[in-house]
């Protein structure tokens, strides 16, 4: 017997195959076949598209650090601002507060510019950016109003956080912390544990569906420590009693331009489009030891599904459930003609009131008297 | 003495007083619904109970009764008899009323069961044929499965209250359709906002002129004025110009059009929302509706479903968001011969037929697949029939109470919890009347008022709403408990430690004055 592989007609190559050569061709046809077969399953994944349970992502993206020397933590909140509206998030749905100007500072040798790499390579300040926070707005109260939604009723729509139970929330927090603080403008301070009770009043209102919170600080860790309501997924820096770094100064501008977690994590996201199926499992992984100096922690044990089938999407970008349309109205049809008959049905149900013993259910529908038609109706 | 008081008042914080303890009793508030529901025997069903209602038997007998030449008309007769019932008794909202008419009557087409219209009725054909000797309560119990599958249908069933409560009760999805149905619809609101866009790519070939007022006023008004009692609606338009989609469509040469297949559509959403403009003062959710016209390069497009077959509306809507439908006007012109622009005039009546599925989607009207034997009367010109119109109601009410229940435990809980904050006196008014509002709309529903029951609710949950997002109540007041230690301390050691020893100094004295008093008397 002699086995060929051909490649559409042409034998690449004909062997008289004994009995495990035999074996080894089959197992390898059946490696090619299930290799298809999963690419179209693969394909099918993302068509099941009900499988995350959420319809709308939003995000808050906050810089709590003033004065130029804070350049990095305002490129943080900026490249991260950047990827996530790449990724289809409309300004509508971001909510971003920036404590400080650093692109129209006046020390900035490069106006209008906030750069993320040394070169000046990445101008992550672009020409469309939305603030909705700026400078001194930027208060432990507003965020925490902003959380919670206990804004003054004359706040617009674009200051507002205005998700529902079916929301995927962004939170990304950069500036400088401690253990279990987080400082504000350099005059305040957020603790964990009112962090944790406005997430709870988050659930409680059912403002989100799930949450995924990013923090980039020194012991960043604290942060998250104190969680408690379901739901949650966070990622932080640094563990407690360790530094986050920052990544590399530009001699031009003369500051450091970003923090290693969040440079790295801009890497990552830049090879992220709206259709790939990266999983969080993989975010764990950016920006290890060897990277980063301080070690990058987690916490998903509040969080309901498995963090290797959520996908990277689901919180960084907007990818809109759809549905076709199958059935329409039909319109043109005319309008129901009222039959003609409607003052004999009036007659005849007087004409029945008089002759029979009247059921209480029908004395709730009497008419006023009409003409009678007994002679054309009558009753038996 | 005098200070420890007037330290304690003055540092304490002002809280009104908040029934508590109906907050809790309404934590386990168990909620009783009650439709009304009639029914009608035909005289040939029962020749005794027949005489109650020979009114209603007359009708149908005349309606049978007209010269019927031709097979098609038969077919129309359940919807005059609807039609004619309908104008003898005017159901209030919430009940429904059924017709039970005998297995041979041929006012149902065949295989049809049961019919049911446009208005709170239902026509309900006799199963056996029932013996002379049976009574009514036996007539009753062998027909009470099948109207209460009818009255399921029309008002509301278990799985629709459950929905009702899905964000509340996080069930695992029995299934996928249940799931998606909980997803598709927006929350109960007190408010909406629509907003119609035109999306015109190719200004330089195409000039649309459409007439969204008369649209609006024709078919979509009457349906927001059925649905008055559940919300307020405000509707806006807009055109845009150059606005293209974000994906490019394939050219298919069988059918020599371009396509959009299924799982392109996910993207193409998001560059279109970016540049749509929204009405910035309420904060109420947008429901969008696009109609896309496709550029004179890319016409005709059509949307391919996941079996890649044409859809037959050319539309497509997103969960929540709303709907887009591309309309293709290349046949409308000859290629190279007209000069361009040119003028189109777009049939608002099919855009609108669309518009208005999609719209009923979004407001939660599910039009779920009836049971075998059933036939429901699609409804027409006005969007919504009464008895779907009562189920949303149903649906919604009972989703008010619950999150109005919920929210006012979840607030006492905190405010509980949180000893300081400030409860001002509008919050706990605005509380009393949520609890007022909710045990009115929980009676209302016990009785069977709908409409008294939504009305309620909405006020509840209005309250509720007002009271927990009042800005007054934010929590900043966290001091943790080794800060208040570092706070007293420098300030009442130094304070405590005289009085200290003042006190030892009296109380050694006092104990000197009893051992001299001791003395003295020995």
Not at chain 1, 50 to 68: D, I, Q
Not at chain 1, 323 to 343: D, H, Q, V
Not at chain 2, 346 to 351: A, D, G, L, R, T
Request: hydrophobic share 40%; glycine share 6%; net charge negative.
């Amino acid at each position: 017997m002699l086995l060929c592989l051909t490649d559409g007609g042409i034998a690449l190559f004909c062997v008289n195959p004994t009995s495990w050569q035999i074996i080894v061709f089959i197992y390898i046809y059946i490696y090619i076949y299930i290799y298809i077969y999963m690419g179209n399953v693969h394909s099918d994944k993302a068509g099941q598209f009900f499988n995350s349970g959420h319809t709308n992502n939003w995000a808050v993206l906050v810089c709590t650090s003033r004065f130029w020397f804070n350049y990095r933590h305002v490129a943080n909140t900026l490249s991260v601002y950047r990827s996530v509206k790449r990724l289809g998030i409309p300004d509508s749905r971001i909510v971003l507060m920036l404590a400080d100007d650093m692109a129209c500072n006046h020390r900035n040798p490069k106006p209008a510019t906030v750069f993320s790499h040394k070169n000046m390579e990445l101008n992550v300040y672009g020409d469309d950016v939305e603030v909705d926070y700026r400078g001194y707005e930027v208060t432990v109260e507003n965020f925490l109003r902003v959380l919670t939604g206990r804004l003054p009723a004359s706040t617009p729509r674009s200051k507002r956080l205005l998700s529902d139970d079916r929301s995927n929330i962004l939170i990304y927090l950069t500036g400088h912390g401690g253990n279990g603080f987080l400082k504000f403008q350099d005059s305040e301070e957020i603790s964990n544990v009112e962090l944790a009770d406005a997430f709870e009043q988050m659930w409680q209102k059912r403002r989100y569906n799930e949450l995924l919170f990013i923090i980039d600080t020194c012991q960043g860790a604290s942060m998250y420590e104190r969680f408690y309501s379901p739901n949650l997924m966070a990622l932080a820096s640094s563990q407690v009693g360790e530094d986050s770094l920052s990544h590399q100064p530009d001699l031009a501008i003369g500051v450091h331009l970003m923090d290693r977690y969040t440079f790295y994590l801009l890497e990552f996201l830049e090879d992220i489009h709206p259709s790939s199926t990266t999983n969080m499992n993989q975010l764990f992984k950016v920006c290890p030891k060897s990277q980063c100096v301080s070690t990058p922690g987690h916490r998903t044990d509040l969080f309901l599904r498995d963090p290797g089938r959520v996908l990277i999407t689901d919180f960084f970008g907007s990818v809109r459930k759809v549905e076709i349309t199958m059935e329409t109205i039909n319109l043109s049809s005319p309008m129901e003609p009222l039959p003609e008959r409607i003052n004999c049905t009036v007659h005849i149900l007087y004409m029945c009131i008089n002759k029979h013993i009247i059921p209480t259910a029908i004395i709730m529908y009497y008419v006023p008297r009409q003409k009678l038609l007994r002679d054309v109706f009558p009753c038996t | 003495m005098v200070g420890v008081p007037l330290w304690w008042r003055t540092t304490e914080t002002y809280r009104a007083w908040l029934p508590v303890n109906q907050i809790n009793e309404l934590a386990e508030l168990q909620v009783c619904l009650c439709y009304r529901s009639m029914a009608h025997w035909t005289r040939y069903v029962h020749p005794v109970l027949g005489y109650q209602a020979g009114c209603h038997l007359r009708i149908l007998n005349e309606i049978l009764a007209r010269d019927h030449s031709g097979d098609d008309t038969l077919s129309v007769l359940h919807v005059e008899a609807d039609l004619s019932l309908h104008t003898l008794s005017a159901s209030p909202c919430g009940s429904v009323v059924v017709y039970v008419i005998p297995e041979t009557s041929v006012l149902l087409p065949q295989g049809v069961d049961v019919y049911i219209g446009h208005r709170r009725t239902a026509v309900l054909r006799m199963g056996a044929p029932m013996s002379v000797g049976k009574n009514h309560k036996q007539l009753l119990a062998h027909l009470e499965p099948r109207i209460t599958q009818v009255v399921q249908v029309m008002s509301f069933s278990h799985t629709d209250i459950t929905a009702a409560l899905s964000d509340r009760v996080r069930l695992s999805p029995g299934s996928k359709e249940s799931l998606a149905d909980s997803m598709r619809s927006f929350k109960s609101s007190p408010g909406y906002e629509i907003t119609f866009s035109l999306l015109n790519p190719d200004p330089k070939s195409h000039r649309l002129d459409w007439d969204i007022e008369g649209a609006v006023h024709s078919y979509i008004q009457p349906l927001l004025t059925k649905l008055a009692p559940l919300a307020n609606f405000s509707i806006d338009s807009q055109i845009l110009y150059y606005a293209m989609l974000g994906v490019n469509p394939r050219f298919d040469s069988s059918l020599e059009a371009y396509t959009l297949n299924a799982d392109s559509l996910a993207h193409v959403i998001n560059p279109v929302e970016a540049r749509l403009g929204s009405n910035a003062a309420s904060s109420n959710p947008v429901l969008n509706f696009l109609l896309y016209v496709p550029d004179a390069h890319h016409s005709p497009l059509y949307i391919h479903d996941h079996q890649k077959q044409p859809v037959a509306s050319n539309a497509f809507h997103s969960p929540r968001w709303g709907g887009i439908m591309v309309y293709n006007v290349n046949d409308l012109y000859g290629r190279g011969e007209t000069p361009l622009p040119v003028n189109i005039n777009i049939n608002m009546e099919k855009v609108m037929g669309v518009f208005l599925a999609q719209l009923r989607l979004m407001l939660g009207v599910q039009s779920s697949p009836a049971p075998p034997g059933f036939l429901v009367e699609p409804c027409g010109g006005a969007g919504l029939a009464d008895w779907e119109l009562d189920r949303l109601m149903w649906s919604r009410t009972v989703e008010n109470v619950a999150t109005a229940t919920t929210t006012i435990t979840s607030l006492a809980q905190l405010l509980d919890q949180i000893g300081n904050i400030v409860i001002n006196d509008n919050i706990a008014s605005q509380v009393s009347s949520t609890v007022t509002s909710l045990q009115l709309a929980v009676a209302e529903l016990e009785a069977g008022n709908l409409g008294f029951a939504l009305q309620y609710s909405k006020e509840a949950i209005l309250a509720s709403e007002r009271a927990f997002f009042d800005p007054s109540l934010l929590h900043l007041l966290y001091f943790p408990d080794d800060q208040k230690f570092a706070i007293y301390i420098p300030l009442f050691l130094p304070m405590c430690v005289p009085i200290l020893l003042s006190l030892i100094k009296i109380a050694s004295e006092a104990r000197q004055r009893r051992k001299l008093k001791q003395s003295k008397k020995d």
